[in-house]
């Protein structure tokens, strides 16, 4: 594993590169002009991360996804309830059993 492998298993770190690369206009620029977000949607977030984008998104129904297990674990400490967090590829089976998104 390499040195950018390894620092990003800690989401700490992930976090530290998200936000030091990302600007909020950016950010609001994407919420409201490519993903069009409106509260009656269903979110599939795949490679979630630790779903820090959740703070920028009105109260809908997410469901994250991320094959990093600290990460999701982060995700779950830090949104609680506001989305539903899995350990998942989407090319494992259990996948297809999340059902259907906007």
């Not at 269903?42 to 991360?49: A, E, N, T």
């Not at 109260?59 to 998942?88: D, M, S, T």
Request: glycine share 8%; with cysteine; hydrophobic share 45%.
């Amino acid at each position: 594993m390499g040195l950018r492998n390894w620092l990003l298993e800690f989401p700490l770190i992930y976090d530290l590169l998200q936000d030091g690369l990302r600007r909020p206009e950016s950010r609001a620029w994407f919420i409201n002009q490519v993903i069009n977000v409106d509260i009656s949607m269903r979110v599939l977030d795949v490679g979630c991360g630790t779903a820090s984008i959740l703070v920028s998104l009105p109260n809908l129904e997410y469901v994250g996804i991320n094959h990093n297990p600290r990460y999701i674990a982060k995700a779950r400490l830090l949104n609680g309830r506001r989305g539903k967090f899995r350990e998942l590829d989407v090319n494992d089976a259990e996948f297809r059993m999340l059902g259907q998104f906007d």
